[in-house]
């Protein structure tokens, strides 16, 4: 579903080496997650994968579809939630929900199923006609959720995408997860709090200073002997990490 291969990114005019020549294939039917600490390069590798920032060495594909030869056949099969909340917000939840309907072509039946559904779900039907300038975090989390999910892509990049949301909102998140895997579709996910990665991820890779330093199952991860994946991965991390896989 998705492949990266021996890919680096530099700043700085190639001073400071933010990803390291890293690989990783992501299976369809799986939620894997993507952890690292702060600066890591987990960010800087989704910004590569979803075509925001050019790859400098290496290549990714989605479905087979390079994303720097073919990025609309590529991003067609992708919904992207960002870590932050750039979004149009002069525009009402609706009208943005519709413009990012034209965007991926989603018929008007399928969108006004889609957009139903998610609104109906995040508890966000009555201020959907509302300006997303006028939304509190959390709502604007939801209206960007929707829009990312709306067009049912075959894998989803979701960064840190359970920020704001409620309890509620964040379990049927969850839900959804697993179900679009159920289908043998893909969602990578990066998160800062682990016991939720440790709950919900079917594999885990680790960055730490721009280089994966482990990619496998919760299970494989433990016969190091450690038991939670906090402590496995404050072991990886301050050890400066040799390659797991």
Not at 72 to 78: E, Q, W
Request: charged content about 25%.
């Amino acid at each position: 579903m998705l492949s990266i291969t021996n890919v680096s990114k530099t700043y700085s005019k190639g001073k400071v080496k933010a990803v390291d020549n890293i690989s990783l294939d992501v299976k369809p039917g799986e939620i894997f997650g993507f952890i690292g600490p702060n600066g890591a390069g987990k960010t800087t590798t989704i910004k590569m994968i979803t075509g925001i920032l050019p790859i400098d060495e290496g290549k990714i594909t989605i479905r087979g579809y390079d994303i720097a030869k073919e990025p609309i056949k590529a991003k067609l099969s992708m919904g992207f939630v960002p870590d932050t909340h750039d979004v149009y917000d002069r525009l009402s939840g609706i009208e943005y929900l519709n413009f990012i309907a034209d965007v991926y072509n989603v018929s008007s039946e399928e969108r006004k199923k889609q957009i139903d559904k998610y609104l109906e779900m995040f508890e966000i039907k009555d201020v959907a006609g509302q300006p997303i300038k006028s939304y509190s975090h959390g709502m604007k989390q939801k209206i960007i959720l929707t829009g990312a999910l709306l067009h049912d892509p075959p894998l989803w990049i979701l960064d840190e995408p359970l920020t704001g949301l409620d309890p509620k909102s964040s379990h049927l998140l969850k839900e959804e997860m697993h179900k679009h895997c159920a289908k043998g579709n893909t969602v990578f996910f990066s998160t800062h709090v682990l016991e939720v990665a440790e709950k919900l991820c079917d594999r885990i890779g680790i960055i730490n200073k721009g280089k994966i330093i482990a990619v496998d199952t919760l299970e494989e991860l433990r016969k190091s002997g450690d038991e939670s994946l906090e402590s496995i991965f404050l072991n990886l991390t301050e050890a400066g990490g040799g390659e797991h896989a």
